[in-house]
């Protein structure tokens, strides 16, 4: 959902690549039917913008936590096993 909203957003802010887009979809499918995934070879106008939506806008975190295994002592700093820290 999120990336969804995310391509409305930017096609909203973005009118003439929009228009761009549509043009290019409307010279493959001609009017006659909904895009398919064999046709994105044939849009690569399209299916960058996607790739840029997902770019810009990703729908998940781009790391991934992550905790000590055990309990460590680094640089002064006491790291608890599982995260978290004190002096």
Sequence with gaps: MSIISSFIYAMASHPEIQSLA???LDAVLQG???PTPQDR???PYVDAIMRE???WQPPGP???PHA???DDL???YFIRKGGGHST
């Design 62 to 64: 781009l790391t991934v």
């Design 32 to 34: 006659n039917r909904l």
């Design 68 to 70: 000590s295994s055990e």
């Design 22 to 24: 549509r043009n290019h």
């Design 53 to 55: 939506v997902l770019r």
């Design 74 to 76: 680094y640089k002064g």
């Design 41 to 43: 070879p044939l849009v």
